[in-house]
T-cell receptor
Framework: KAGVTQTPRYLIKTRGQQVTLSCSPI?????VSWYQQTPGQGLQFLFE???????NKGNFPGRFSGRQFSNSRSEMNVSTLELGDSALYLC???????????????FGAGSRLTVL | GDSVTQMEGPVTLSEEAFLTINCTYT??????LFWYVQYPGEGLQLLLK?????DKGSNKGFEATYRKETTSFHLEKGSVQVSDSAVYFC???????????FGTGTSLTVIP
């Protein structure tokens, strides 16, 4: 079956712009989590969505937001981009909410954002 | 709070050498533990997992045992191959909670 699909794979923006990243989970998976990966900070949790509801949010400013649609596809948005937002943004899906058991996260290949 | 600490890299080994990557965790209750692997240009892939104390996860020759008494989940492989070159992440999912916690990753390079 198809894996987790993230688009776009690469993008370049300038400071102050905004960006929207998309994630299509594995068919049947209802939970989507987002992570930011940088060389200095490693993997940091952004948020999790389950059945169109945000279940948990990491320690990121309000410029980072997300949503989930009825087909479980998710988008995340970063407004007023800063140089420090340059990172690999990873999306992961799971069958049920992360809170409901020993779920396994299945990751997409990521969207690499460069802010100039 | 919950956290994972894993051994700093990078690690460079010759083919067929023995691999150990140390991972310790801090968590209350009974977390589930995972090892993920990231190959260049790709996302993370689940390598193995263990959901309770003394469980041993294994896959592709890699093993890790959930040791509650030492709060550890060290990754081992008896004979590494060049194709094992990647970044390895230890992770935990708390007993209750809505997120996974990842270590900082350990880069492994295996040379022929």
């Amino acid at each position: 079956k198809a894996g987790v699909t993230q688009t776009p794979r690469y993008l370049i923006k300038t400071r102050g712009q905004q960006v929207t990243l998309s994630c299509s989970p594995i068919s049947g998976h209802r939970s989507v989590s987002w992570y930011q990966q940088t060389p200095g900070q490693g993997l940091q949790f952004l948020f999790e969505y389950f059945s169109e509801t945000q279940r948990n949010k990491g320690n990121f400013p309000g410029r980072f937001s997300g949503r989930q649609f009825s087909n479980s596809r998710s988008e995340m948005n970063v407004s007023t981009l800063e140089l420090g937002d340059s990172a690999l943004y990873l999306c992961a899906s799971s069958f049920t909410s992360v809170s409901s058991g020993a779920n396994v996260l299945t990751f997409g290949a990521g969207s690499r954002l460069t802010v100039l | 709070g919950d956290s994972v600490t894993q051994m700093e890299g990078p690690v460079t080994l010759s083919e067929e050498a023995f691999l150990t990557i140390n991972c310790t965790y801090t968590a209350t209750g009974y977390p589930s533990l995972f090892w993920y692997v990231q190959y260049p240009g790709e996302g993370l892939q689940l390598l193995l997992k263990a959901t309770k104390a003394d469980d041993k996860g294994s896959n592709k020759g890699f093993e890790a045992t959930y040791r509650k008494e030492t709060t550890s989940f060290h990754l081992e492989k008896g004979s590494v191959q060049v194709s094992d070159s990647a970044v390895y992440f230890c992770a935990l999912r708390p007993w209750t909670g809505n997120q996974f916690y990842f270590g900082t990753g350990t880069s492994l390079t295996v040379i022929p």
